[in-house]
T-cell receptor
Framework: DTGVSQDPRHKITKRGQNVTFRCDPI?????LYWYRQTLGQGPEFLTY????????KSRLLSDRFSAERPKGSFSTLEIQRTEQGDSAMYLC?????????????FGPGTRLLVL | EDQVTQSPEALRLQEGESSSLNCSYT??????LFWYRQDPGKGPEFLFT???AGEEKEKERLKATLTKKESFLHITAPKPEDSATYLC???????????FGQGTELSVKP
């Protein structure tokens, strides 16, 4: 299967620790998105890349969050000094634009629990 | 501000009982409206993209329609395996991020 993959699928950490998540997009997709989803809510946009360039970051993204896509392939999302409010599902999606159409395909997510 | 509102928040149906889910949106120009299905603990699964008012798309028991202000997801004769959360999202003209509603949790009982 050549869908979007994310690692790890689950992460439990203590408050104040740093965590890093990885996303591998569908191979021919040049856009990669990160979203966060809490229970009972829809996904909320965090940031996205076109190739290796980070094109947009949410105003809600604090300085503790950083994302990279160094070679335009996989991406990492790091959260420093985690807080209990960071507990959520972190979703990655990838896409490619064909004319005006752009469909984002999501990975299985990484569920983070901060104790 | 771009916004998406879905209703109802939860819907319980008997197997075979058809119904519709609503997605109302406000966006400064619409590049596309997207429907996704999400099972518990999993990522959203793409269902449909709609681009302009009057457009309709179908897949098995699901049919999505679009007007200038809202979209409907019609479910005909649902089965228990259709139970999931259905998410609606819009994409602004400049492309990029999706803006999601809070979802409708559908439960279909046999």
């Amino acid at each position: 299967d050549t869908g979007v993959s994310q690692d790890p699928r689950h992460k439990i950490t203590k408050r104040g620790q740093n965590v890093t998540f990885r996303c591998d997009p569908i191979s021919e997709h040049n856009r990669l998105y990160w979203y966060r989803q809490t229970l009972g809510q829809g996904p909320e946009f965090l940031t996205y890349f076109q190739n290796e360039a980070q094109l947009e970051k949410s105003r809600l993204l604090s300085d503790r969050f950083s994302a990279e896509r160094p070679k335009g392939s996989f991406s990492t999302l790091e959260i420093q000094r985690t807080e209990q409010g960071d507990s959520a599902m972190y979703l990655c999606a990838s896409s490619t634009r064909l004319g005006g159409a752009e469909t984002q395909y999501f990975g299985p997510g990484t569920r983070l629990l901060v104790l | 501000e771009d916004q998406v509102t879905q209703s109802p928040e939860a819907l319980r149906l008997q197997e075979g009982e058809s119904s519709s889910l609503n997605c109302s949106y406000t966006v400064s120009g619409l590049r596309g409206l997207f429907w996704y299905r999400q099972d518990p603990g999993k990522g959203p699964e793409f269902l449909f993209t709609l681009y302009s008012a009057g457009e309709e798309k179908e897949k098995e028991r699901l049919k999505a329609t679009l007007t200038k202000k809202e979209s409907f997801l019609h479910i005909t004769a649902p089965k228990p395996e259709d139970s999931a959360t259905y998410l609606c999202a819009v994409q602004a003209p400049q492309g990029g991020k999706l803006i999601f509603g809070q979802g409708t949790e559908l439960s279909v009982k046999p």
